[in-house]
């Protein structure tokens, strides 16, 4: 007859099979969670349309960038997903990125950020964001400003321009597309270094502050180098400098500003989605995005354009918003912005 004590052990025992069972099958539904895409693994990101905001005018040189990306990231994004790009102007390109500001962190909302609306923009107050409110993805452009004059300008080179707005303070007037926007900062912040007074008038946009060079209603202009290099091929405008911080071949005759000791600024145009967004869908936006500036389609559009890929990665796009957000905040206070 078996003992109680017996009886006692052997229920032990089973209870004990039981439960370690139990433990090894919740441990392997749990790795076969994780291997479809549970928390803390990767998921199967995207599984529809990504919404990539333009927070400018269509036909401008954010938009047209921005559509040739989408049109060739669209081959390096999982499960054959697409990107919608979707114009958003208005406030020198802050709304788009205000929207985005309120969208949800799970990657199916980007924006396109540019130094204006990103890093310059928040200095004055009126953005419901900071310079630091968004994630950056990736750096995709970096084009030079440019300091254009009619083909019959008295200055030839830039050391004679130099020699005559010294001379001459108030006297040369130049056009950009906008009060207090990178063009204008650009110009101002090189002029601060001797102490230049120049006569800014501003426009609402690159091609009217063109038309009123090519008029006669200022005497220079200063825009990114794609939309002054049509006027330069046709030989009615000259690039007196590039006043911005990297030589382009498009323009790779033109005086370079910082080779005789001055700061410039580039326009540069990045990619940026809401702050929180996982980190696997940050890795898989970043590397399409990559991915498609390398692609000889991306970077035969961009030549026909007259701009280059300037990829810079997360980390480094991180920095230059932050650096330039206090360069410019502070060429802002100078010049009473």
Known sequence: MISKKLI???????????ILAGCASSESKTSGSAAKGGSGSESDYPTKPIELVIPYAAGGGTDVTARILA?????????K???????????????GLAELYEAKPDGYKISMATIGNIAIQPNYGNTP???????????????????LVKKDAPWKTV???????????????????????????NLEGIALKDGLKLKHVPFDGAAPAITALLGGHVEG??????????HVDSGTLRILANTGTTKSES?????????????????????????????????TLHDAFKKA??????????????????YSNPEDFKKTIEDTNKTTGDIAKKVGL
Request: charged share 20%; proline share 8%; with cysteine.
């Open 8 to 18: 006692a052990i052997f229920c032990t025992i089973l209870l004990a099979g039981s």
């Open 293 to 310: 500036l390398e692609d000889p389609e991306t970077i035969e559009q961009f030549k026909k354009i007259g701009i280059e890929p300037a």
């Open 251 to 283: 323009i790779k005759d033109a005086e370079f500003l910082e080779d005789k000791g001055y700061s410039g600024l580039n326009a540069w145009t990045g990619i940026v989605a809401p702050k929180g967004i996982p980190e696997d869908v940050k890795t």
């Open 159 to 185: 050391d004679e321009w130099f020699e005559y707005v010294k001379k001459n303070p108030n006297s040369f007037s130049y056009s950009t597309p906008g009060k207090g926007n990178t063009q204008h900062l």
């Open 129 to 147: 964001y900071s310079y630091d409110s968004f994630e950056p993805l990736l750096i995709a452009t970096s084009v030079p400003h440019v300091l």
């Open 71 to 79: 049109k060739t990231v669209s081959k390096y994004l999982p499960n």
């Open 221 to 230: 202009a200063v825009v990114q180098v794609h939309e002054a290099k049509p």
């Open 81 to 95: 997903q697409t990107i919608v790009p979707v114009n958003k102007p208005g406030a020198s390109g802050t709304l």
